[in-house]
């Protein structure tokens, strides 16, 4: 069965440094998305994106954001500048449409910054 | 603002008997209602999805209900089993029409045997 997957699995980093977490999405799959969870807390959309272009962020999803899909397989988010805020498990998501359409998760990648 | 709560505290019963899940919504009239499972360090697993003229939807020993009056959803595992402790998560698609689901906090759900 295809399934989401996410590189790296763990990511240590420190605050002010770059980062970039990378998915491949299912591959007959059209909307691609972000989301994140803080230890403990809920899981909380970040971007959706689809035909190349973001469709919708969250307030959480400032300047020090992007997001890329620089081939046809992979769908990268990038943090410019990390703040130890950004400690979480960030999970990438992809579906085939929108509102009917359930979504596929990948496995997460646990950021950790110092 | 949109609000969705589910009740935080975990929910433990024994094996064999079912367990109910809510999940309530404020300032919402979705199409939709998704509800998926999330175990510890892992990413959320979608399990149903209910329209709002369906009342009920049914998968193995799972079953979703749907009360667009009440704001509210129910979701039932008969039969329960020890592996399927996890936490429950009830998700609704934002106002706008891009796909963005709002999770709510979860219920963990502990089957003992």
């Known amino acids: 069965e295809p399934e989401v997957t996410q590189t790296p699995s763990h990511q240590v980093t420190q605050m002010g440094q770059e980062v970039i977490l990378r998915c491949v999405p299912i591959s007959n799959h059209l909307y691609f998305y972000w989301y994140r969870q803080i230890l403990g807390q809920k899981v909380e959309f970040l971007v959706s994106f689809y035909n190349n272009e973001i469709s919708e962020k969250s307030e959480i999803f400032d300047d020090q954001f992007s997001v890329e899909r620089p081939d046809g397989s992979n769908f990268t988010l990038k943090i410019r500048s990390t703040k130890l805020e950004d400690s979480a498990m960030y999970f990438c998501a992809s579906s085939p449409g929108l509102l009917s359409y359930e979504q596929y998760f990948g496995p997460g990648t646990r950021l950790t910054v110092t | 603002s949109q609000k969705i709560e589910q009740n935080s505290e975990a929910l433990n019963i024994q094996e064999g008997k079912t367990a109910t899940l809510t999940c309530n919504y404020t300032?919402?009239?979705?199409?939709?209602l998704q509800w998926y499972r999330q175990d510890p360090g892992r990413g959320p697993v979608f399990l149903l999805l209910?329209?709002?003229?369906?009342k009920e939807k049914r998968k193995e020993r799972l079953k979703v209900t749907f009360d667009t009056t009440l704001k509210q959803s129910l979701f039932h595992i008969t039969a329960s089993q020890p592996a399927d402790s996890a936490t429950y998560l009830c998700?609704?698609?934002?106002?706008?029409?891009?796909?963005?689901?709002?999770f709510g906090q979860g219920t963990t759900l502990q089957v003992k045997p």
């Open positions: 300032n919402y009239s979705p199409a939709y």
């Open positions: 209910i329209r709002e003229n369906e």
């Open positions: 998700a609704l698609h934002g106002s706008s029409n891009t796909g963005k689901l709002i």
